[in-house]
């Protein structure tokens, strides 16, 4: 399997979108679990949002609810996250992760930091 490799990130004001992507590199993924979390400076790092691979059902935190969609392309074997009405609060670095059992993802509706692989991180600062 190969490394998570993660694009997007940007600083942008209050209220506005942004999309971060992460491609899974090497073999095509079946059913894994793929998702974000995020980890702002000096706390710890906290599930985001979560996709099954094979039956693309998602999950989100609560703070996120309604205003970020998960989202995936097999084809690329691509996972991405779609983050609107952005504010001050979801300023963090984004990571995404991929763990090959989806089950507590499909339990429980997070993912948990055991992952099996992570990305490299990826910057979104919003400003107020």
């Known amino acids: 399997q190969g490394p998570l490799v993660q694009s997007g990130g940007a600083s942008v004001p209050a209220g506005d979108s942004v999309t971060i992507a992460c491609v899974s590199a090497g073999g095509k993924l079946t059913n894994e679990a793929m998702g974000w979390f995020r980890q702002a400076p000096g706390k710890e790092r906290d599930f985001v949002a979560g996709?099954?691979?094979?039956?693309?059902?998602?999950y989100y935190a609560d703070s996120v609810k309604g205003r970020f969609t998960i989202s995936r392309d097999k084809a690329k074997n691509t996972v991405y996250l779609e983050m609107n009405s952005l504010n001050p609060d979801d300023t963090a670095t984004y990571f995404c992760?991929?763990?090959?059992?989806?089950?507590?993802?499909?339990?429980?509706?997070?993912?948990?930091?055991?992952?099996?692989?992570w990305g490299q991180g990826t910057q979104v600062t919003v400003s107020s």
């Open positions: 996709i099954t691979w094979d039956d693309g059902r998602s």
């Open positions: 992760a991929l763990s090959s059992d989806p089950h507590p993802l499909q339990r429980l509706g997070i993912m948990t930091p055991l992952a099996d692989r």
